[in-house]
């Protein structure tokens, strides 16, 4: 790549103990809004670069050698090394440059795209940049190796080469979500975080192993072994929405996966999920997702 070369996207990239809890609730939230590989490349980047990724697509970059500055479109910038692994879920768009004194750069990035109804609520309040330095990974070079696997797949194209790919990408984009989730501060992670706050961690728990039963916030904060008020500002803080309101809007992407799935009745979802009647269902799930439920296609018509 030629030097002071402005480029776009991967194409400028191109050169040849509460574990249980953590890992069932992400292993949840991953399930309703899956991912689909789009493009993986290596890269080896003689200094000065700068390449720019629009938005549309997540990426994911794993950074053998050298180093960069990485700038989303939020304006957070981060400084990464050799070893550390970056995601950006949010499909907004960054920039990679660069740094100072890291005359090359390797690594393999990858382009994905996370896909249903729920994106909004799931990845709105995710950070710009998930930045997993080196020194926490933990992961005995189990990424790395997984990129690279998916590279050669990619690039050779052997039979049954794209679903491979998709369901590898899946792993590696889980794995290191998980590193992210069981190693960062809880109040760098959004709605994850809660995850590493033991006391919040408990009434999320609670929560997700009964769905459809009708919780008080005066019960959560009993499970939490918190105040009330202490536990709904810290609950709304870490997860971006109230308790009860977190409660409802699990309930209806549950009711929604439910929906598409088929075979079952509005009305029975309705029941199954707390409502008394068809038409609050239908107006909580319009609220939810701005279309009623009786529009939701089923897994046979995508």
Partial sequence: MPSHDHASGLHALESGSAGELRTDFLSQVLTLIRLRAERIVSSELTAPWVASFGAGSAYFHVLSGGGMRVEASDGRVVEAAAGDLLVLPQGRGHTLATPAGKPLTCMISGAFRFEGDNLPEMLGVLPSIIHIPRGLRRDDGWIDAGAQFILDESTASPPGASILVSRMLDVLVIRMMRIWVTSAKPEDKGWLGALADPRISRALKALHDEPFR?????????????????????????IGAAPLHYQTRWRLLLASEMLKRGGNRVSDIARRVGYDSDAAFSRAFKAQFGFAPSLVKTAGEQ
């Fill in 214 to 238: 009708q919780r008080t916030v005066a019960e959560l904060a009993g499970i939490a072994g918190m105040s009330r008020s202490s536990f709904a500002d810290r609950f709304t803080t870490l």
